[in-house]
C-alpha cells in the first residue's frame, strides 16, 4: 500500500511517499527549485521521487492531501460573510500571501500536475485529510503509544488549534478552537509588526524576545487571555485581520497600545524587543494554560506537540519544565513541512486502519547524491579535493573544528523539516565566544541576536543541559548548567538557554562520530550547528552546498567523503576566517549579554 502525500498553493509546497505505513521519503519543494516557502506544484520533488523509486502511476494506490478544500470552502464563506463587505478585502493576493486563492480547488490543481508527471489517464484517488487531523496524525509516528496531541498553527481548514488523544492507531480530536481565534496568527502578524516576514521568521521574534524586559506584557495579557474553559480568546478589540488579513491585521488600539510598526531596515529599539518579550511570554501562558487543562482532563502523561507554533522550543521546554507533563516529542516537520507525510499517515492509520510498526527516529528522507554527483560538482567548480576514508576524515574535521575552522558539512539525505540536523549543516566550535558573532555576520548574514543550536551526544546532555529526555529534532530550548555556560559560551542563548540537539550513534553514526572525536580532543562533546544556507532554503544537492561554501566565509567543506579548503583559481582562501585559539581566558568571557551590551 503506498500512499502520496502532496501539497501546493500554499506554503511549504512538497510530498510524502509512505510504503505500507514507512516513508521512503519526505521531500519540499523549495529545496530544489531554491524559492523560501514556495507554493508551487512539488513537481521537481516528484520527479526526484520517480526516479529514486523508479515509480509509475500505478504503484501508487492513493493520493492525500493535508487540507479538506470542501470544509475549507465553508470556513471560507462563513468568515467573508461576518464581516461583509469589508471583508471582500480578502479576495486579494496579499491578504493572504502564504496561501493562494487556487488552494480551494486543490485537488484539480494537483490532479493536473499529476497527470503532466505521469501523463496518466487515469490518476489514484486524491483523499482530503483535514489539516489538523494531518498535523495530529504525527503521533503514529511518534515513540509514544498513547499520548496527548496538541496542535497549533497560523490556521487549518476548520480550526486553529485543537488536541487529540491518540492512542494505538487511533486519535480522536476532543477540543479545538475556531481559524480566527488564533496565538499562531497572534505571533505571525506580531512577527510582521517587528519588520520581519510572517509565516517564516517567528523564530527571529522568539530569540529577540529574550533580549526584551517586561514592559508590555501586563498589556499583552489584554491582547489573548486563558478561559476558564481550558482555551483561549484573542481580543479582537487589537486586530482586523478577520476582513483584511495580512493588509491591514491590526487596528489602531494595538498601534496606539504598542507602537508603531517596525520596517525591515530600521534598527530595533527597547520597544521592539519588549513587545517581542511580551508576545512570547503571553503566548508561553496562554500554550501552558491549554496543555494544564488537557492534563487535568486526561490521564496521559506524554505530548506531542505539532503545528507551526510547535517550533517554539522556548515554549516547548517551559512545557517539561512547568506542567505535569513527562515527555514531550515534536517532530523536525512539525510545521506544514510534515502536513503531506502527516495526511498520508492519518490515512493508513486512521482511515484503513492499518496497524502502527515505525517510529520517526531520525528526520534523513531527503535526497541522497552519489558519489560521482559529488566528484563531478568539485570539479566542475573547479576545486582542489581530496577523498579520505571515514575514520581520518573524523580526526581531520573534528582537528578544523577544534582549531577554529567552520565547517560546511553535507552527508547522505537531506533533512525533512525546517532544521539542520548533521547532514546538511555548517558546524563550528562552542568554546569561543566569538563565533557566534562571526557566524552570524561573516558566514550566515543574519541577525546578530540569532542563537546557534548546540549538537550534544544524546549520553552526555544532561551534564550540560537541565534536560532529562532526548531532543533529536532540535525542539527544546532548555537551561545550560551554570557550570557549563563558560564550558560553550557560543551555544548559550542571552538568556542561559540553548536549543540543543542530542544525537544518538544509531540515527547518524557519522556525526555522532565526529562530534564524540571532538569531545575526545577538548572535552566537550558539542558542537555548534546551523543550518547549510544563508538567506536562502537549505541546500540540498552538491552544487548547492559548493555554491554557499564559495559565497561564504566558511573554511572547511565535507561532501560524504570528499575533503576541501580549496576555493578555486580565485584564491579565496585569502579570507578564510581568522578566529583567536580557545583561550581560558576566552573562555571564562561571559555570555550572559547585559541588556546595554546587546542593544
Ligand atoms: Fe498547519
Not at 59 to 73: E, G, N, S
Not at 106 to 115: I, S, T
Not at 356 to 376: D, K, P, V
Amino acid at each position: 500500500m503506498r500512499v502520496l502525500g502532496i501539497v501546493a498553493k500554499t506554503h511549504d509546497s512538497g510530498l510524502a511517499l509512505l510504503n505500507d505505513g514507512i516513508p521512503e521519503l519526505v521531500l519540499e519543494e523549495e529545496r530544489y527549485n531554491r524559492s523560501k516557502k514556495t507554493k508551487k506544484f512539488p513537481k521537481q520533488s516528484l520527479a526526484a521521487a520517480v526516479e529514486e523509486l523508479g515509480l509509475d502511476c500505478a504503484d501508487i494506490d492513493v493520493v492525500t492531501t493535508p487540507w479538506d478544500v470542501a470544509r475549507l470552502r465553508r470556513t471560507a464563506l462563513s468568515i467573508m460573510a461576518h464581516r461583509f463587505p469589508l471583508s471582500l478585502a480578502m479576495l486579494a493576493p496579499r491578504a493572504h500571501g502564504p496561501q493562494q486563492n487556487q488552494i480551494m480547488v486543490l485537488n484539480h490543481y494537483l490532479a493536473k500536475g499529476l497527470r503532466e508527471c505521469f501523463g496518466a489517464a487515469k490518476l489514484p484517488p486524491i483523499v482530503n485529510v483535514g489539516h489538523h487531523d494531518s498535523h495530529a496524525a504525527m503521533f503514529f509516528a511518534s515513540p509514544f503509544e498513547e499520548a496527548l496531541v496538541l496542535v497549533m498553527d497560523g490556521y487549518g481548514d476548520d480550526c486553529s488549534s485543537s488536541a487529540y488523544v491518540g492512542g494505538g492507531n487511533r486519535l480522536e480530536r476532543h477540543w479545538s478552537t475556531s481559524v480566527l481565534n488564533s496565538v499562531g496568527l497572534v505571533y505571525t502578524f506580531v512577527t510582521e509588526h517587528l519588520g520581519f516576514a510572517g509565516f517564516g521568521d517567528e523564530g527571529k521574534v522568539m530569540a529577540l524576545a529574550a533580549l526584551g524586559e517586561d514592559t508590555y506584557v501586563e498589556r499583552f495579557r489584554d491582547v489573548i487571555r486563558p478561559t476558564p474553559d481550558g482555551g483561549y480568546a484573542v481580543n479582537m478589540a487589537y486586530f482586523s485581520y478577520d476582513a483584511f488579513g495580512q493588509l491591514r491585521p491590526f487596528r489602531r488600539k494595538f498601534i496606539d497600545t504598542f507602537g508603531p510598526p517596525r520596517a525591515p531596515h530600521e534598527p530595533l529599539t527597547d520597544q521592539h524587543r519588549d513587545l517581542a518579550f511580551a508576545l512570547q511570554a503571553v503566548s508561553e501562558d496562554v500554550i501552558l494554560h491549554v496543555v494544564r487543562a488537557l492534563v487535568k482532563k486526561f490521564p496521559q502523561r506524554d505530548l506531542c506537540m505539532v503545528g507551526g507554533v510547535a517550533l517554539n522550543c522556548v515554549a516547548n521546554a517551559k512545557i517539561l519544565e512547568m506542567t505535569e507533563v513527562r515527555r514531550i516529542w515534536v517532530p523536525p516537520c512539525a510545521s506544514d513541512t510534515g502536513a503531506p507525510f502527516g495526511s498520508a499517515l492519518w490515512h493508513y492509520h486512521q482511515t484503513l486502519g492499518y496497524p502502527r510498526g515505525f517510529e520517526l527516529a531520525h528526520a534523513f528522507y531527503g535526497q541522497q547524491y552519489s558519489e560521482a554527483e559529488i566528484e563531478r560538482a568539485l570539479s566542475a567548480a573547479g576545486l582542489r579535493y581530496q577523498r579520505i576514508p571515514e575514520a581520518q576524515l573524523i580526526r581531520r574535521v573534528a582537528q578544523d573544528l577544534a582549531d577554529g575552522q567552520i565547517v560546511g558539512w553535507f552527508q547522505g539525505r537531506f533533512e525533512m523539516g525546517p532544521r539542520a540536523l548533521g547532514n546538511r549543516s555548517i558546524l563550528a566550535d562552542p568554546r569561543r565566544p566569538e563565533m557566534r558573532d562571526v557566524l552570524n555576520t561573516k558566514v550566515k548574514k543574519r541577525e546578530p541576536f540569532r542563537p546557534f543550536a548546540p549538537a550534544v551526544l544524546l549520553e552526555r546532555a544532561s551534564e550540560f543541559f537541565e534536560i532529562d529526555q532526548p531532543d533529536p529534532f532540535m525542539t527544546l530550548a532548555p537551561r545550560v548548567r551554570a557550570a557549563k555556560r563558560t564550558a560553550i559560551p557560543a551555544a548559550v542563548h542571552v538568556d542561559g538557554t540553548g536549543r540543543i540537539q542530542t544525537v544518538e550513534r544509531s540515527a547518524n553514526a557519522r556525526y555522532y562520530a565526529l562530534i564524540e572525536e571532538f569531545g575526545r580532543l577538548t572535552g566537550v562533546p558539542v558542537l555548534l550547528n546551523t543550518s547549510f544556507n544563508r538567506k536562502e532554503p537549505i541546500v540540498a544537492s552538491p552544487e548547492d552546498a559548493i555554491d554557499c561554501y564559495l559565497k561564504s566565509e566558511m573554511d572547511v567543506l565535507v561532501l560524504g567523503d570528499f575533503y576541501t579548503t580549496d576555493r578555486g583559481p580565485e584564491g579565496a582562501r585569502a579570507n578564510r576566517t581568522r578566529v583567536a585559539p580557545a583561550s581560558e581566558e576566552g573562555r571564562r568571557e561571559t555570555v550572559l549579554t547585559a541588556r546595554v551590551a546587546s542593544s
